[in-house]
């Protein structure tokens, strides 16, 4: 229902997967690599895992950060230069992504019977795609 109200607007839909965890899932290419992305509306700002730094040829800069996780923990991010975001053929956009180590993350995930991930997309990507998400049909709608 909603997919036929948003494409006439120029909505792109991507089709989401449900994990046995209950997150919502998609399949994005960082820089030509395909990627399985958590969709975290909570999350600032979007991060692939340090392990898949060279896979996905992200280039960081040298800072590193401190940012703070969703409990009271402190993080070390190294961010990066921009990188291409496409689902299947179609360029979405241009993002700097933090690389962080995603190892307990993706412990929780394995214990829960959950796949994987190789990254988050955060709050960043979904304000710049005028992002929706409907639940119902799993779909998640961005306006480029």
């Known amino acids: 229902m909603l997919k036929t109200i948003l494409k006439p607007h120029g909505f792109l839909s991507i089709k989401l997967k449900e994990t046995k965890?209950?997150?919502l899932v998609a399949q994005?290419?960082?820089n030509k690599k395909n990627g399985l992305f958590l969709i975290d509306t909570g999350a600032s700002n979007s991060c692939i895992s340090l392990d898949k730094e060279g896979y996905f040829s992200?280039?960081?800069t040298q800072d590193e950060l401190e940012i703070s996780g969703a409990?009271?923990?402190k993080l070390k991010a190294k961010p990066s230069t921009s990188s291409t975001i496409e689902y299947k053929e179609t360029f979405l956009l241009k993002l700097k992504?933090?690389?962080?180590e995603m190892n307990a993350i993706n412990s929780?995930?394995?214990?829960q019977g959950s796949t994987t991930i190789d990254g988050i997309i955060g709050a960043d990507f979904l304000k710049r795609t005028n992002a929706i998400i409907d639940y119902k049909s799993k779909n998640l709608f961005l306006k480029l």
Do not use: A, C, T, V
């Open 58 to 60: 992200i280039k960081r």
């Open 28 to 30: 994005l290419n960082i």
């Open 21 to 23: 965890s209950q997150h």
């Open 97 to 100: 992504f933090f690389l962080l």
């Open 71 to 73: 409990g009271s923990e």
């Open 108 to 111: 929780s995930l394995s214990e």
